[in-house]
């Protein structure tokens, strides 16, 4: 069986504001493949409430998901 090679991409990483409550921004952060598309987009929702973590503790699956073709 053959083994099909996949292409790595190198990744921009963006903060956007996507609402602000007075003087507080709430921000997203994107993880995007560089280059040309299409690229498959996946919606990452932070759980539990906020109350343990972050909007970043999954930073380290997200990069690896971008650099695999997927926006996040």
Not at 8 to 29: K, M, N, P, Q, T
Not at 56 to 65: H, M, P, R, S, V
């Amino acid at each position: 069986m053959a083994v099909q090679a996949r292409e790595i991409y190198e990744i921009d990483v963006e903060d956007v504001e996507y609402i602000r409550h007075g003087d507080r921004l709430l921000l997203a952060r994107l993880f995007k493949p560089s280059g040309r598309g299409p690229f498959t987009v996946m919606v990452e929702m932070h759980g539990c409430a906020w109350c343990h973590g972050d909007r970043l503790n999954d930073t380290i699956i997200n990069e690896a998901l971008a650099r695999s073709g997927v926006a996040v």
